[in-house]
């Protein structure tokens, strides 16, 4: 039997619908679906078949939106052509009137907080006066005016209390490391609550302040491998463990809006686990638990509470959202983000993990073609970005798309890789293009001595972190790989951490502790850039850009295909001009997937639509 091809559109064009929330008052449900083939917000009351566009963008669309707790406004950020310098837009959902509440050029608005207490109130944050750093404005979404509430001292972040009052704040040193500060109220001075040294940085956040604000929330590896969820006094430092695993991380917490209490801890092993820490909900969990298969997401509340919207992701179908009624347990289906997908041959996504040449435990997800015997398969080893960031199990396009045209798709959380503890992520310290890429070449000789890949047909793809390791395979390591596909890829790391936007300015001590500095270490990570090893270039390579990108500028690019050019080695080049970091707009994305999947079908022999 030969598999159907599933087209390019329904796996990577626009969703059908998404991100559902409830209005406040739980009466109303707006989500994010197409208008003339454009992402917009629509809106429409429970239970009525009344849904209709409030927001009419015509070019980029509108990505991520938020109910006001007035019942009134939406809220929602967009940019110019992909260069993050993100604007807040309101909806007046009665007069359908759309207000730029940020219109100034060249600064970067950031949503701080929203709190139900202050239904017609927003904290958001500028880079308005230093673009480094973002200062604290309050917004009053009646008279539309803007009051700056809090000067930034040098924070990367801020928290604010059940008080919409700003009380503490993220701050970068020296080492890479952070510190949480606080302050007792809004004219006290900042005093440190917890320092999060360097090896405990990527793992340690704030969540909030409790209801009284005398305690806060973190998540923090300080005295543990792996980020524990605790509450912390803040006048005596004491901490209390609530949720904790020898290995994994807590990589978040579901908390309650009125108590401002954790009610869930979440844990990204293979799959998704949650603990409950609040077993007020325990009689939920089970009714939701009951409902499907698949990771549970807990997406909305109303602010009764009663109504959840609740979400659940598998590997081998779409997304599916629910109402759930908690007093009757009883879960009203309302959508899936693709539904099309229920009728196409998708596959599943299998864990593995292997051990790499120097002995890490190494985890990652293989995704195999239908009815194909598991042997000697072309494969696409695809490399996520971040670095500090990973793959999951769950419903994952490019997987997808790749084993439906007939590929091996290997994804790898390689050392540096964030929720297995800060000794896995600090094993990536310095290790840009050395034992991370290692751990990549290691896969590529494990799923060959498995049997399952073809050593003549491997691919090495990704986009951000991901183009760099694929430049990387390319450059450091060409005899693995038929050919190579970078997406917004560093060619250079002296250039690329040079070139970062300015707001990440505060962040670069961590750059130079994980990656590198170009002050004192040129030649190192120079030795570690794909451009110094370009005559090593031996297989074909397809890269792709978006010109606005703001964090890896567009010469990230021209500098290794100049190179190229120059020595006659032959490279495909997809550049959009109204892009930034990675391709947003559905014409571009899928102009660069249909690009990538010919070169594909070229060098490794597998299908097109």
Not at 393 to 409: C, D, I, V
Not at 441 to 461: F, H, T
Not at 528 to 538: E, F, G, T
């Amino acid at each position: 039997m030969t598999v159907g091809i599933i087209p390019l559109d329904v796996l990577l064009g626009n969703p059908e619908r998404v991100q559902p929330q409830l209005s406040p008052d739980g009466k109303r449900l707006a989500y994010v679906a197409p208008l003339d083939g454009v992402l917009n917000v629509w809106v429409g009351d429970i239970g009525a078949d009344n849904y209709a566009p409030v927001t009419h963008d015509t070019d980029r669309g509108v990505q991520g939106y938020a109910w006001c707790y007035d019942n009134k406004h939406l809220l929602y950020v967009q940019d110019q052509a992909g260069d993050e310098n993100w604007r807040i837009y309101t909806v007046d959902l009665d007069s359908a009137e759309i207000v730029d509440r940020t219109p100034f050029e060249g600064v970067q608005a950031q949503i701080i907080a929203r709190r139900k207490k202050f239904p017609n109130e927003l904290l958001i944050g500028l880079n308005k006066d230093n673009p480094q750093l973002h200062d604290v404005y309050h917004l009053d979404l009646r008279s539309g005016e803007l009051t700056k509430r809090a000067e930034n001292p040098g924070f990367l972040g801020w928290v604010v209390d059940d008080e919409f009052k700003v009380r503490a704040g993220i701050a970068p040193q020296a080492d890479g490391g952070f510190v949480l500060a606080v302050r007792d109220d809004e004219e006290g001075e900042w005093r440190p609550l917890i320092v999060f040294p360097a090896d405990d940085a990527l793992v340690s956040n704030p969540i909030g302040f409790t209801a009284d604000g005398a305690g806060m929330y973190l998540v923090t590896s300080v005295d543990a491998n792996a980020g524990r969820l605790v509450k912390m006094d803040i006048a005596t430092g004491a901490v209390e463990v609530l949720a904790e695993d020898p290995t994994y991380d807590v990589v978040g917490a579901s908390v309650n809006p009125d108590t401002r209490e954790p009610e869930l801890a979440f844990f990204l092993k293979e799959k998704l686990e949650y603990v409950v820490l609040d077993q007020s909900i325990q009689a939920d969990m089970d009714a939701l638990r009951k409902l499907q298969d698949g990771d549970f997401g807990l997406v909305d509340r109303s602010m009764d509470d009663r109504t959840w919207i609740v979400a659940y992701d598998v590997d081998n179908g779409p997304v599916r959202y629910y109402s759930f009624d908690r007093a009757s347990k009883h879960a009203t289906f309302l959508f899936d983000h693709r539904s099309e997908l229920n009728d196409q041959p998708l596959v599943a996504m299998e864990p593995f993990s292997f051990k790499s040449r120097d002995g890490l435990e190494v985890h990652g997800y293989l995704s195999f073609p239908i009815d194909t015997p598991r042997t000697k398969l072309p494969t696409v080893v695809n490399v996520h970005g971040g670095p500090w960031a990973r793959d999951s199990w769950g419903f994952n396009p490019e997987a997808q798309w790749l084993a439906n045209r007939g590929y091996l798709s290997v994804q790898i959380n390689f050392r540096g890789s964030i929720g297995y503890g800060k000794d896995y992520v600090n094993a990536g310290d310095k290790e840009w293009g050395g034992k991370m890429q290692d751990d990549v070449s290691d896969v590529v000789q494990w799923v060959i001595d498995q049997g399952y890949a073809d050593p003549e047909r491997v691919c090495i793809y990704g986009g951000s972190y991901g183009g760099y390791a694929a430049l990387v395979g390319a450059t450091f390591t060409p005899e693995l790989y038929k050919c190579a596909v970078a997406l917004c890829g560093p060619s250079n790391l002296e250039t690329f951490i040079l070139g970062v936007p300015p707001y990440w300015q505060p962040m670069i001590a961590m750059l130079h502790r994980r990656v590198g500095n170009p002050e004192t270490e040129k030649d190192f990570l120079w030795s570690r850039s794909p451009l110094s090893k370009v005559d090593n270039i031996s297989i074909p390579l397809f890269v792709g850009h978006g010109a606005n990108d703001p964090r890896v500028k567009l010469a990230e690019t021209e500098q290794i295909v100049e190179a190229m050019k120059r020595k006659g080695i032959p490279y495909e080049l997809l550049v959009k001009d109204d892009e930034g970091h990675g391709f947003v707009k559905p014409e571009n994305r899928l102009d660069y997937y249909r690009k990538c999947e010919k070169f594909l079908a070229t060098h490794l022999g597998g299908r097109t639509e």
